[in-house]
């Protein structure tokens, strides 16, 4: 009988830590999940989409080369760490966390390169300098499997 008593001791300790774990862990998910909704950011260092830009960004002189930006985020924002955004054929960032914001310079070729994603995502070319010439640019690309090219860089 003493057994069965220590048994049911021991039994209802462990019990009770695992609903502690439990509920320490639904705390976490739940305060992951809020986080955006009050002004949490995870990480920290990196801008998200639309942060911090002006819908008109002039292009800009910097020791004799005019430069422009240029700002492309994924539909829905979903995370594309494997999809690079290529100026003149380099590796010049990713879409990990959904969106880029890039400095460009006369006569730059924009592509990016989705090759390594069987599926379709649409990338959304959102915001650019206001010099920028936009007849040579798309506003969206849609791919799946392949480089597509954004087009070159031309200034008003």
Known sequence: MADDKKYFFILRR???????????LLAIIFA??????????????????GENLDPAIMA???????????????????????AYL?????KSG??????????????DKLEIDASRYEHDIIFDIDNMSA???ENYMSNRLLLNNEIGFIGTVHFK
């Not at 290529?86 to 380099?90: F, P, V």
Request: glycine share 8%; net charge negative.
């Open 131 to 133: 010099n920028i010439e």
């Open 60 to 82: 800009a002189q910097e020791e004799d080369s005019l430069f422009g930006t240029v700002s492309i985020h994924v539909k829905n924002d979903i995370s594309v760490p494997k």
């Open 94 to 107: 990713d879409f990990a966390s959904g969106s880029i914001l890039v400095r460009v310079y006369e006569g």
């Open 14 to 24: 462990g019990s009770i830590w695992l609903a502690i774990a439990v509920f320490i």
């Open 32 to 49: 992951a999940q809020a986080a955006p909704y009050i002004g949490w950011t995870a990480p920290f260092s990196v801008s998200q989409r």
């Open 86 to 90: 290529l100026i003149n054929g380099q």
